[in-house]
């Protein structure tokens, strides 16, 4: 197997948002799941809700965003990816042929 | 209950106190999101009294609920088995939801079934292991009986989701004498083609899905809350014998080829009688008939523990039915002596002290 | 036509009979018991209750009755009965209420998924509602006491209900649970208050009941505007201590709370969504009723214009 540093959506996934005071919670229908996110995390979520990314762009782009110092960024986005991952919300991109379809309401 | 199954629009004539009778039953058996969705796809939810319609409203969201746990373990499955070059084959209602059968619309259950070649066995229950399913605890002489006697892995649940996956490698349990050839089922099995359904994954052919069924029906121990069951039957006889041409005579065909005959009578005989299901008549003839005194006797035993009654708490009549045909369905199952020192130790277990702690 | 104006030997008949239909807020419970202990205790604790049509379909069918002699010969048991099924394994008869009422609990818990339903206790004043949401043992139901018999109306100590798509919250009052020091707490914080008899030995030890002022009952078709979230936690020896709780948390600790956030899937986030979003969140954190009060006081008038309903109940 061997983990890709390419990341995707699971085929399918449908995230429902809402933000409070630069907090957002985003519910998962397929999973049933609620989580909370920081600005640095939705910021991730919505980057992967367009397409794949590897984990390094992803720090990238969002600590220019955000405005935040690379390292920081770049290690909480592991930490998110790997959580992600776990939970089933987020796999490896390339190792399925179907294309990624994504739905954001 | 039955009769707005049948035709849902018997749902009109229903004064109050009979809805409330209805209601009752209804739950009991698990039905209640099921008849939500037939009253609604016939047309008559609106025209109910108000409080009905409420209480309906209240059924559908848990059926939601199990069928998008389902189809999410199903996925979490298909993930974690992705790498095996083998059909992994959903099982009842796994099959009927991810499939987009009307069988799968307003069932009540969240166990995901899935059926795999006997070699392979291991291999995915190491596989789910690592991906977080955890063998549920049973008393050391249910993992024996898993073990030795049973046709499925004892059953497996996700530590963090709570939900559980049974793994089978037949439909019945290798020492049954009725033994259909799991390789038979396997090889015949389609491959899933559904939106959103993920990859690699099988359901069994329709004919299979319908004996399938009668087994779980007519020769498995669990016998509480199955009038499911034959809704399940109904459902898939209604929906295949429509528009698949050649069914019936498949079914049949498959039925005498598996050596399922006999839980394929007593299925069309029962769904015809209490569902109403359609059935040719060319389809049912060319089944072996059960002897008079047995069918007689089946007809009175099914009747009564398939459809309990409101009253105290389960009459005896009812009880000793269900105690008849658990005894009844083992002894297909299992060589005889086996069957005596399995019910004995079900039955002392029931008050061991360690049971509800 | 309500319960108190049932004569005591009509209300006996009819409990052991078919059971008496009762309105609360917007369910029909329908309640019956052949165990003639049980026929003060309901008339005490279920006086203010408007009687439903006897026809009508009840949201659920609740009972209590004693199991034969020969099931359990050790000493009297009773068990629960559902719409005419036994549920919950038998009981001592002398648990009896405290099982009646958590059967009833169980039924509103589990039943009317056409709404979402909190784990909470809510109460209202001035058309807003105050939740409060924690693990048993917080201190819900006695802050929720409390405040009651301050003027605040009684929503429903257990359950806090919102139709979908309607951002309010509906009452279901019913008799306010209380357990051990709580109940003595109570009837000297509120001696008007009217308190079913106390059953010890119970898993968890004395339980009693406040009978729910009249005035909430007769109201109970009053909806409210979610104002306040609070998550009380007592703790012996506490100093008191309010802090405020983002949204995003109250509703995460809300939806792990509830009984059927994750059953109502997108609805059930929507609804608990448009909840929030109205409301300050609060944590407080108490070691006696006093304290408590004074920390709702911080972002609540605690005694609003004392109605002469809920004083003379």
């Keep these: ?105 | 209950m039955l009769e707005v199954l049948r035709t849902p629009a018997a749902a009109l004539r229903l004064s109050r106190p009979e809805w409330t009778e209805l209601l009752g039953s209804a739950r009991h058996s698990n039905l209640l999101p099921r008849i939500a969705v037939l009253l609604e796809d016939g047309g008559v939810v609106q025209q109910l009294p108000a409080r009905v319609q409420e209480q309906l409203r209240g059924a559908r969201p848990i059926a939601r609920h199990h069928e998008r746990t389902i189809r999410w373990e199903v996925q979490r499955i298909a993930d974690a088995l992705k790498d095996l070059d083998t059909r992994i084959v959903l099982l009842k209602g796994a099959a009927y939801v991810m499939a987009n059968l009307p069988a799968g619309q307003g069932r009540l259950a969240t166990d995901v079934d899935i059926l795999v070649p006997r070699d392979q066995i291991r291999d995915v229950e190491r596989r789910l292991l690592a991906a977080g399913w955890v063998a549920v605890k049973l008393h050391a002489y249910d993992q024996r009986f898993y073990r030795e006697w049973s046709h499925e892995l004892p059953p497996l649940q996700h530590s963090r989701r709570r939900s559980v996956v049974d793994v089978h490698h037949n439909i019945l349990p290798p020492t049954g004498r009725v033994r259909p050839d799991a390789q038979t089922l396997l090889s015949a099995a389609v491959p899933l083609k559904a939106a959103n359904a993920p990859e690699g994954l099988w359901t069994l052919g329709p004919e299979d899905m319908v004996l399938h069924c009668a087994v779980h029906l007519f020769q498995d121990g669990e016998l509480s809350g199955s009038v499911r069951d034959l809704v399940d039957a109904d459902a898939l006889l209604s929906d295949f014998g429509g528009r698949l041409p050649g069914f019936w005579d498949g079914l049949t065909s498959r039925a005498r080829m598996l050596g399922l005959e006999r839980p394929l009578f007593y299925l069309l005989h029962f769904t015809g009688r209490m569902l109403g299901t359609a059935v040719p008549s060319a389809a049912a003839a060319q089944l072996a008939r059960p002897p008079a005194i047995t069918l007689e006797l089946m007809d009175r035993l099914v009747s009564r523990s398939l459809l309990p009654v409101a009253g105290q708490h389960g009459t005896f009549g009812e009880e000793t039915a269900r105690t008849l045909l658990y005894i009844r369905s083992h002894w297909l199952r299992m060589p005889p002596a086996q069957l005596v020192a399995h019910l004995t130790r079900k039955a002392l277990r029931r008050w061991s002290p360690d049971k509800d702690g | 036509m309500t319960v108190k104006t049932l004569p005591r030997q009509d209300l006996a008949e009819r409990l052991r009979g078919p059971g008496i239909p009762l309105r609360c807020g917007a369910l029909l419970m329908r309640l019956g018991t052949s165990l003639p202990e049980l026929v003060d205790p309901i008339a005490l604790l279920y006086a203010d209750y408007p009687l439903g049509d006897d026809n009508d379909v009840p949201d659920f069918d609740a009972r209590v009755e004693p199991v034969p002699r020969w099931r359990s010969p050790l000493h009297p048991s009773a068990s629960t009965v559902v719409d005419g099924r036994a549920v919950f394994d038998s009981f001592r008869r002398s648990q009896a209420l405290p099982m009646f009422e958590w059967v009833m609990n169980w039924c509103v818990f589990t039943r009317p998924n056409q709404y979402l339903l909190l784990h909470s206790a809510v109460v209202e004043t001035g058309g807003l509602g105050l939740v409060l949401s924690g693990d048993p043992g917080a201190g819900k139901s006695t802050l929720a006491a409390a405040l009651v018999s301050r003027g605040w109306r009684l929503f429903s100590d257990e359950v806090g209900m919102i139709r979908p798509g309607s951002r309010q919250l509906l009452a279901l009052p019913r008799p306010i649970g209380l357990k051990n020091d709580s109940i003595d707490l109570i009837r000297s914080d509120w001696p008007l208050a009217t308190i079913g008899p106390s059953t010890p030995g119970t898993r968890k030890g004395i339980v009693a009941h406040v009978r729910p002022p009249a005035d909430s009952v007769a109201r109970a078709d009053q909806p409210a505007t979610p104002r306040w979230i609070v998550f009380p936690r007592f703790e012996a020896g506490a100093t008191p201590e309010v802090r405020r709780v983002s949204r995003a948390e109250a509703l995460l600790r809300l939806g792990e709370q509830a009984f059927n956030y994750s059953m109502l899937g997108d609805a059930g986030f929507r609804t608990l969504c448009d909840v929030v979003d109205g409301c300050d969140c609060y944590q407080i954190r108490f070691g006696s009723l006093s304290d408590a009060l004074a920390c709702v006081r911080s972002f609540a008038e605690v005694e609003p214009a004392l109605s002469a309903a809920n004083v003379l109940s």
Excluded at chain 1, 23 to 38: I, K
Excluded at chain 1, 87 to 92: A, Q, S, V
């Design chain 1, 1 to 105: 197997m061997g983990s890709s540093p390419n990341w995707r959506l699971t085929p399918g996934s449908i995230f429902h948002w809402r933000e409070w005071d630069h907090e957002f919670v985003v519910y998962h229908e397929n999973s049933g799941d609620t989580h909370r996110l920081n600005a640095i995390g939705a910021a991730a979520l919505r980057r992967l809700t367009a397409g794949p990314a590897q984990s390094e762009d992803l720090a990238r782009e969002i600590a220019d965003e955000l405005s935040r110092p690379p390292l920081d960024v770049a290690q909480a986005i592991d930490e998110l990816i790997a959580r992600l991952h776990d939970i089933g919300l987020i796999e490896p991109a390339g190792d399925s042929q179907d294309p990624a379809s994504p739905g954001s309401r």
